[in-house]
């Protein structure tokens, strides 16, 4: 059963950091996308970051350009999030998502269950 967990959420004044964390099980997920989305409360779920399989090239959303950084480690199968500079804004949850050889902004294969981010002003 292939698996999406997060973790590292939390509540956290504005200007401070947190790492987000998303470990993946079931099979290996060397050849996937992997990437972040967030949904804030009354919108819809948006892109965030996303890192490629094949040179582990990323992209951002441009509001987090500069803030966030998304990493992987395929021996551990684990994606990361790291988030400085936190505002109020970027209050959400957030989802690891993956897609098979596929940008993840195109289609996802599989999504974790979310994790709760709060940044108080």
């Known amino acids: 059963q292939v698996m999406l967990v997060e973790s590292g959420g939390g509540l956290v004044q504005a200007g401070g950091s947190l790492r987000l964390s998303c470990v993946a099980s079931?099979?290996?997920?060397?050849?996937?996308?992997m990437g972040w989305f967030r949904q804030a409360p009354g919108k819809e779920r948006e892109f965030v970051a996303t890192?490629?399989?094949?040179?582990?090239?990323?992209t951002y959303t441009n509001s987090v350009k500069g803030r966030f950084t998304i990493s992987r480690d395929n021996v551990k199968n684990t994606l990361y999030l790291q988030m400085n500079s936190l505002k109020p804004e970027d209050t959400a949850i957030y989802y690891c998502a993956s897609a098979f050889l596929m940008p993840i902004t195109t289609r996802v294969d599989y999504w974790g269950q979310g994790t709760q981010v709060t940044v108080s002003s």
């Open positions: 079931g099979r290996t997920f060397t050849q996937d996308n």
């Open positions: 890192i490629e399989w094949k040179d582990s090239s990323t």
